[in-house]
């Protein structure tokens, strides 16, 4: 025991070589010794770094589950990454958008047999532009196109949505899923709206900047003065 510690207390690895000329004095030899033991500490803590290191970090295993089901998804570790075979999917394959419309576009007030029996047959001009009868028909008429406009602008919109195309690498959790289908589906839900609007406002102010007259002429009131 005593000579083992003797010889770690006298080990050296930065002695000079036996074939040099150069001659170690009592002050350098313990400084090698010094030197000696800090290398060896250092080289310690470093492999007792490592091993901790080691210990401590996750390992990486591959397995091939073929047709994974969603109960199999859920029992997996949290943070494991399972590549897709396929990593484009339509919208339309796993979703289903319903719209709503204002019940005015479902009522009988933009049927043909409402429509029909509010026309008097006969020419609406002698009428007073603010009696009823004179535009009646033709607002319930515009009204049943622009429902019908909106249901057919909604279903392109619709479409077009369908067919576009999801992607993702790996399979994703139901809660990601969700958050990222909401968020593209919150988008189309503002988009449409606003685009429609704004076809409607260019129509109007393209009507109103080359001062079209409707038949009836209700947007404009026109006066006849005698020179």
Known sequence: MSSLKNYLCNLIFFAPAPDS????DEQQRL???IA????????????????????ISPYM???????????????LPIGIQCPCSR???????????????????SSDFINDRWINAIFTGSNVTYFNIR??????????????????????????????????TFSSLSVLSEYDLQIQTQSIIYQTQQIVPQTFTN???LIIRMTTGNKIVSRLLTNYIIS???G
């Open 21 to 24: 000329n150069e001659r170690e």
């Open 31 to 33: 400084s090698n010794i």
């Open 36 to 55: 000696t033991r800090v290398y060896l500490i250092v080289l310690l803590i470093s492999l007792i770094s490592i091993g901790i290191f080691l210990w």
């Open 61 to 75: 295993t591959t397995v091939t589950l073929e047709y994974l089901t969603k109960e199999q998804l859920k029992s």
């Open 87 to 105: 990593i484009s999917i339509s919208y339309g394959e796993f979703t289903s958008l319903d719209p709503n419309y204002h019940q005015i576009c």
């Open 131 to 164: 009696d009823f009868r004179s535009f009646s028909s033709a607002q319930f008429q515009a009204l049943a196109a622009f429902c019908h406009l909106s249901k057919s602008y909604v279903q392109q919109s619709i479409d077009t949505f369908n067919q576009s």
């Open 199 to 201: 076809q409607l406002d």
């Open 224 to 226: 006849y003065y005698n």
